[in-house]
């Protein structure tokens, strides 16, 4: 069983940068990857970046594309996201997820969730 806890989020202004971590315990995740979806207020919770595990590929949603980098350490069992150029919009909160089951990017897709981190940017 995969635990994933997500620590790192906090109040920005818009412009600036933070970093999320994802800490992964439990089985390994060799073969397989971590994504970040976030959730707005009265919204439905969207993909924003995935990286695969072992070759480090990635993929990001057109929102954050050139924003937002999502790396890892594996050495730590680690995935983080650097959000840079952060805007208001980008107020949310951050799930890492992990367990992909393949296709397209949906939160249906994923197995295991963390609690997730709250992301405010102020205009």
């Known amino acids: 069983q995969v635990q994933l806890v997500e620590s790192g989020g906090g109040l920005v202004q818009a412009g600036g940068s933070l970093r999320l971590s994802c800490a992964v315990s439990?089985?390994?995740?060799?073969?397989?990857?971590v994504g970040w979806f976030r959730q707005a207020p009265g919204k439905e919770r969207e993909f924003a970046a995935y990286?695969?595990?072992?070759?480090?590929?990635?993929y990001y949603a057109d929102s954050v594309k050139g924003r937002f980098i999502i790396s890892a350490d594996n050495a730590k069992n680690t995935v983080y996201l650097q959000m840079n150029s952060l805007k208001p919009e980008d107020t949310a909160v951050y799930f890492c997820?992990?367990?992909?089951?393949?296709?397209?990017?949906?939160?249906?897709?994923?197995?295991?969730w963390g609690r997730g981190t709250q992301v405010t940017v102020s205009s």
């Open positions: 997820a992990a367990g992909y089951s393949g296709g397209a990017f949906r939160t249906d897709k994923f197995r295991t």
């Open positions: 439990g089985r390994t995740l060799s073969g397989h990857g």
């Open positions: 990286r695969h595990w072992s070759d480090g590929t990635t």
